[in-house]
């Protein structure tokens, strides 16, 4: 409970902290972020607190019992139930505050190190932070203190005390239930790796999978997990040799016991993984991203040449971000049609953008790229739009009818470029001409500067941004800066990166606990078989390495079911583009990392499971 | 005729500087392969101890135990188990049994440590549990069958090791007088036509009754020692509850 509090604490300064809010530039409203996450995560607390209270009570069942056949009154019995719990509550909030004070620090710097500020922390506690915390705590110690209260009041006196001896039914295993759950995970894999299109697919199809999933995997704890370890007792020169036979049997009635804990776990694992890659890819592949939507530093319509003379003395004046490449676009826009309805939807009408191809071929060069494009007569090239996932095959075939003032003008599409040249604006719709073609409409038309710069370390470009937008708003010219999308970008992801990896770290302690404190339990109840074996002449090292087993099976298979249905939905979702850039690498880490933590849950429960058995 | 247990100046002591209990006092113990030996005495007297240092369960404060030829002094952890497991077969007064295992599993526990292969094994727990008249509920789980069949289950895992000494605390304490009947007349039919080596604690002279000797334990000592010789059964109770009758009631201070 205290480490509850003290993550929550943690987080709610954070919310209220100024050094954060200053960090950030963007219009990225921090305090509804926060606010959020802070729901979720008093949700989430509330239900964890509550779920290890009811758990530490049943744990007392006997003791509690003890105390009515003793002659206490059970009124008095609850009472000393609610006060203790209380008065634990009142001191693990304490307790709670003090160490989230400490630790405050520690995140800020970590939450301002993502953002890429270089602001310094003072060491603060913040007011509004403790009042919040200890409202939200009073009221989840109150409710669990009466939850204690309760206890006597629930059970009749003789189920208080045989609590500990109530045998275990041998675990059912029915095969239909059992192949449901196979079936039924097997259909959610398969509908995730469906292509998607349509918005009603995919939230059908979503749903779904989320119901497919859910269900699926306590049908997979409650019947086909247990179904397999039955078939595998068939097998009896496995079964019958040395710690098996324990460990499986062992397994299937401890399966019973655990089931909805095992599939809370395991979904809450997928969640936590799917949360922090969907983060951490976001953040990773920000430059990428960046990179996409802008390929050049600093991008606008040229109108009027002195604004023009006074936007490069400031680029130039700036000697840590040298130039690297300067460019006049010539752009023309005109309205037209496409015979491709989707594109045609896309565009809504606006006009779309024409380049000729040698100025392609200009900014790819100056860009660095590869691509050299040649055109001739009504041929047209289509650049992807940022964000869609348009193919060549989309383009090739269909034409596109222009309005000149004098004439309709037919193109026929050849191919579709990668390479975007324009910074993004909207509708991000560009087609590439023959320089006949262009020079031809040109005359028609007045063809539009887009002026470009590009310069190095453009990442860090924060003050010429700055002065450029400033002088354009005045003159009220638009003016695109890769640092504004950038920064946005950076805020945006670092500040999901940053929450969604504190819930997933929230949930991962979460998970870890509740396996934890179950083993713990059974530890006890355990105690007596243990003993059985020893007297019968197993040894120490027998034991100790069942124990290994079951603990290993235990941890690790509801980890592993989370790290697939995470991979599952994460391939879906990039199936729809709802998530974009590189997710390999955070994926691969955000598991390591979890991985890891899980291993030191792991040896936790063995070293305390040795210490109860030893005793 | 092989010695299988010889323990000589057994003394068990509990407790520190001021306060020591002696739980066993110069105990001197032989039993002959064959045999089967009870101890009786009043709560205690120090049966159970003894029974858990012959088990290895616990060890002796100084004195020697010798079964089958080993010195159970002089080994380490690791050599006592597998010891326990090979060469003696325990019954205990509350079953013991696991009950997450089946009946069959249960019997055939201790043999999943050794190289035996699978058919020999079937084959054993089949013979096994046909002795103790238990075949019909090999599949069955513990919480499903009766306290007599616990306790022959039991006793088929005592012996399905074929081990050198069966060792039973109580056997007969939870059961109701037709299934302990049962369990007894099961354990004379191994001693007789098995050649089983058995050593009972028991506080029932009706149990008791059923061995060939019997040793009377009290405050740690062993007091005094009855061979059932040629009586009947019926006449060697009796004189086992004659010497109980001597041996217990009250504090007396004649000894």
Redesign the interface.
């Known amino acids: 409970m205290i480490f509850s509090i003290m993550i929550y604490y943690t987080f709610v300064s954070l919310q209220y902290s100024t050094e954060v809010q200053s960090g950030i530039e963007s219009s990225v409203s921090i305090s509804s972020v926060f606010m959020i996450a802070s729901i979720i995560l008093i949700l989430f607390v509330a239900v964890f607190v509550l779920y290890s209270n009811s758990f530490f009570i049943r744990r007392r069942k006997k003791e509690v019992g003890l105390y009515s056949l003793l002659g206490l009154r059970k009124k008095t019995i609850g009472k000393i139930l609610f006060y203790e719990n209380l008065l634990l509550g009142v001191i693990a909030l304490a307790i709670g505050i003090v160490l989230g004070a400490l630790f405050s620090k520690l995140f800020t710097m970590i939450l301002l190190r993502l953002l890429d500020s270089a602001i310094d922390i003072s060491f603060s506690i913040s007011i509004e932070a403790i009042i919040n915390t200890t409202i939200v705590f009073a009221l989840l110690v109150l409710f669990t203190s009466f939850q204690s209260y309760r206890l006597i009041y629930r059970f009749q006196l003789i189920e208080l005390f045989q609590a500990e001896k109530k ?4 675990p059912q295993a029915s095969m239909i239930a059992a192949g449901l759950a196979f079936i039924l995970l097997i259909c959610s894999y398969w509908l995730a790796f469906h292509p998607m299109t349509t918005t009603e697919e995919m939230a059908i199809n979503l749903g779904m999978i989320m119901v497919g999933t859910i269900v699926g995997t306590y049908l997979l704890f409650r019947f086909l997990t247990p179904y397999l370890l039955k078939i595998s007792k068939k097998n ?2 496995y079964y ?7 460990t499986i ?2 397994l ?2 401890r399966l019973k016991a655990n089931t909805s804990a095992l599939t809370i776990v395991a979904l809450l694992n997928a969640i936590a993984l799917i949360a922090i890659s969907i983060g951490y890819s976001m953040y990773y592949s920000n430059q990428q991203n960046t990179s996409i939507e802008s390929p050049f530093s600093y991008m606008y319509v040229s109108t009027n040449k002195s604004f023009d003379d006074q936007v490069q003395k400031i680029i130039l004046m700036n000697a840590k971000h040298p130039l690297r490449a300067q460019l006049d676009i010539p752009v023309i826009e005109v309205k037209g049609d496409i015979s491709n309805p989707e594109m045609q939807s896309y565009l809504e009408g606006f006009p779309i953008k024409f380049i000729s191809e040698s100025t392609y071929n200009r900014v790819s060069a100056a860009l660095n790229r590869k691509t050299t494009i040649q055109l001739s007569g009504n041929q047209v090239d289509g650049i992807q739009p940022y964000l869609t996932d348009y193919s060549s095959s989309d383009y090739q075939g269909h034409t596109t009818t222009i309005q000149l003032p004098n004439e309709k003008v037919k193109l026929t599409f050849q191919t579709m470029l990668k390479d975007r040249i324009l910074n993004w604006s909207y509708p991000d719709f560009c087609l590439v001409i023959s320089d006949t073609l262009f020079n031809k409409i040109a005359k028609q038309i007045t063809p539009l500067t887009y002026k470009a710069y590009k310069v190095e370390n453009e990442q860090t470009s924060k003050e010429t941004s700055d002065k450029l937008t400033q002088l354009a708003d005045e003159k009220g010219i638009q003016v695109m800066t890769f640092y504004s999308v950038y920064r946005e970008g950076l805020e945006s992801g670092g500040l999901n990166l940053f929450i969604l990896g504190f819930l997933g770290l929230v949930f991962l302690a979460a998970t870890g606990s509740i396996i934890y404190f179950k083993q713990l339990t059974e530890a006890h109840i355990d105690q007596k ?1 243990y003993e ?11 034991i100790q390495a069942t124990i290994k087993k079951q603990t290993l099976f235990i941890f690790s298979l509801p980890l592993i079911i989370g790290i697939l249905h995470s991979l599952m939905i994460l391939q879906a979702l990039s199936g729809i583009n709802l998530i974009t850039g590189n997710l390999i690498v955070p994926i691969v880490l955000s598991m390591i990392a979890y991985v890891i933590i899980y291993l030191g849950y792991y040896l936790l429960t063995l070293k305390s499971f040795h210490k109860v058995i030893n005793n | 005729m092989r010695t299988v247990v010889e323990a000589k100046r057994i003394k068990k002591l509990y407790g520190s500087k001021g306060n020591v209990f002696t739980a066993l006092d110069d105990i001197n113990l032989t039993v002959e392969e064959g045999e089967f030996v009870s101890i009786m005495g009043p709560s205690g007297a120090g049966k159970s101890t003894l029974l858990n240092i012959l ?1 290895t ?1 616990d060890t002796p404060t100084t004195g020697t135990i010798i079964i089958d030829g080993a010195d159970l002094m002089e080994m380490k ?2 050599q006592l ?6 060469k ?1 077969g ?1 019954i ?1 007064q509350d079953y ?6 089946t009946v069959k ?1 249960n019997i ?6 050794s190289k035996i292969n ?1 058919t020999e ?2 084959q054993r727990v089949d013979e096994v549990a046909n002795k103790f008249g238990i075949s019909s509920i090999l599949e069955k ?1 513990p ?1 499903q069958i009766s306290g007599g069949e616990r306790q022959r289950t039991a006793a088929s ?1 005592a012996i399905i090791t074929k081990p050198s000494l069966i060792l039973a605390d109580e056997p007969t304490g939870a059961l109701d007088s037709r299934s302990a009947t049962d369990l007894l007349e099961s354990l004379k039919d191994l001693n007789e036509k098995d050649k089983a080596t058995i050593f009972m604690v028991t506080h029932d002279a009706y149990a008791a009754s059923y061995c060939k000797r019997v040793l009377f334990i009290k405050d740690g000592k062993i007091f005094t020692e009855l061979g059932k010789g040629n009586q009947l059964r019926k006449e060697f109770f009796d004189k086992v509850l004659d010497t109980l009758s001597v041996l217990g009631g009250g504090q007396s201070d004649t000894f």
């Open positions: 045998g275990e039914q041998a009896k020169f019958y040799r040395g710690v098996n036979l324990i049997s062992h299937l009635y078989h059985i074996l020893r007297k019968m002449g197993l040894s120490k090292r027998y | 088990a369960i952890e690791e188990s597998a010891f326990r497991r090979e003696l325990f205990f013991n049994l696991l009950d997450t295992l599993e055939l526990l201790p043999l999943t440590l699978v094994l079937e789980y919480y895992r």
